[in-house]
């Protein structure tokens, strides 16, 4: 086998991989999810409410809401402990899958970095681990997509978060409407990168066999040769 065609293939995976990973990072730093509500208090109409969620940190922006408006930065682990307990469960199940899918990269970056300078004969835990490493972190990063968007759209979270943040006399928090912001949707990319590494070092793998093949063909050959001469 060459040894320049492993060493390319294990290192482009790695270089993917570690793409993905600086995507996730950045990714649980900005924000997630923007949600907005018609808020109706006493006596006042047409306010709204809106908050800006990240992983850790968000953003409450009130107009008329009930009857001033104001911003206010929240943590959000430390809001969700007020409410009722789905939507902090679900919350804190994204971030600990985040984790876990970084944690994949990691591993799949040093496999496929090791590969690409080691002996060129030898893998190290060569596609097995990387086939585990980056499948796991696709299947996770996926698992975080529809756990969180559930948790926006399905749960009352942004709904029990107004009152709960401002501690403001009883509104009423109608049409709700979320929409996802970059840090979900930079996910998207994330999975298709660890794939993407997944891709590589299955055609490393499939070229290997490819030349191992035309490298035995001549010794199953040659004993035939001999016979016949
Ligand atoms: C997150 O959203 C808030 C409110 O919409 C905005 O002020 C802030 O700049 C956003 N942060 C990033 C990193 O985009
Ligand atoms: C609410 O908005 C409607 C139409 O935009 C307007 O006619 C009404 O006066 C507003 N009410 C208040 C209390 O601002």
Not at 33 to 39: A, F, I, L, V
Not at 57 to 84: H, K, M, N
Not at 219 to 225: G, L, M, N, Q, S
């Amino acid at each position: 086998m060459p040894s320049g065609t492993k060493s390319l293939h294990f290192l482009l995976s790695a270089l993917l991989t570690a793409i993905s990973a600086a995507l996730l990072g950045f990714a649980m730093s900005t924000n997630w999810s923007k949600t907005t509500m018609d808020c109706t208090g006493i006596g006042t109409n047409n306010g709204s409410a809106a908050i800006t969620m990240g992983l850790f940190e968000g953003l409450l922006v009130r107009e008329s809401c009930p009857s001033f408006g104001s911003q206010s930065e929240f943590l959000v682990f430390a809001e969700l402990s007020s409410i009722t307990k789905t939507p902090i469960i679900l919350h804190g199940l994204c971030v600990c899958l985040l984790a876990l899918c970084l944690l994949c990269s990691v591993l799949s970056i040093l496999i496929s970095f090791y590969n690409s300078v080691s002996n060129p004969y030898e893998t190290f835990m060569g596609p097995i681990g990387v086939y585990v490493c980056s499948s796991t972190s696709a299947c996770l990063s996926l698992l975080v997509l529809i756990i969180f968007a559930l948790n926006i759209t399905v749960t009352t979270m942004a709904e029990e978060l107004v009152p709960s943040i401002e501690t403001i006399a009883s509104v009423l928090l109608t049409n709700k409407t979320s929409q996802m912001q970059v840090g979900y949707f930079l996910v998207i990319p994330y999975m298709v990168l660890s794939l993407g590494a997944i891709l590589l070092i299955y055609l490393y793998e499939h070229t290997a066999y490819t030349h191992r093949r035309e490298q035995e063909r001549p010794t199953e050959d040659a004993p035939k040769e001999i016979m016949m001469y």
